[in-house]
């Protein structure tokens, strides 16, 4: 038996509905929604099924050879931002709202795919820091990219959707929420 209740277990399961799956709260409760698939890294397809108060949201995408398939159910009272690779990010209403592009490329050196690629490439890694610095959290006010860095070391070969969660330690520092949207919105411009 797994019990959710040991946080350790609870980081991975959110790690699948957020990153692999997609479909991420931006609000508490989720009146705001985020679907942005991590696509690839040995996945074809994932899929969740989230049991929110304004009712049942869903997200699906699978891989078809160069297509990338997507399927989300938004509930009434609730919007949804869809990111998906290669198109502008669309915010949308309740119903039911499918999208086919074509598929990330998993080549080497093509987009920031991981942790590692993200502190390798000079710009993003300062945007990213400039983010964090930003917030004037104590956690990072003498050494941004340092704190980061040493948060971030067990993350190296992660994808990079990752950093947000990962920079605030999975919500164990308080009043880091800030950092976590900031670095949401840095993420979401690295493709």
């Known amino acids: 038996m797994t019990s959710f209740n040991h946080y350790a277990l609870g980081a991975v399961t959110q790690w699948l509905l957020d990153d692999v799956a997609g479909l991420a709260l931006d609000s508490p409760g989720g009146g705001a929604l985020r679907v942005a698939p991590q696509v690839g890294h040995g996945f074809t397809r994932a899929s969740v099924v989230r049991r929110l108060p304004d009712g049942v949201a869903r997200a699906a995408w699978e891989l078809d050879g160069d297509r990338l398939h997507l399927s989300v159910q938004v509930p009434v009272g609730s919007t949804a931002r869809i990111v998906l690779p ?50 004037g959290h104590p956690a990072y006010a003498d050494d941004p990219s340092g704190a980061l860095t040493k948060l971030l070391t067990h993350e190296l070969d992660s994808p990079v959707a990752v950093v947000p969660s990962a920079a605030t330690m999975y919500g164990f520092i308080p009043g880091l929420e800030g950092v976590h949207k900031a670095l949401s919105q840095v993420v979401a411009t690295l493709d």
């Open 86 to 135: 290669g198109t502008e990010p669309e915010t949308v209403g309740h119903g039911l709202h499918e999208r086919t592009v074509g598929a990330p490329a998993e080549s080497a050196g093509a987009a920031i795919g991981t942790v590692r690629d993200l502190i390798d490439d000079e710009e993003a890694w300062r945007r990213t820091c400039e983010a964090v610095a930003a917030s």
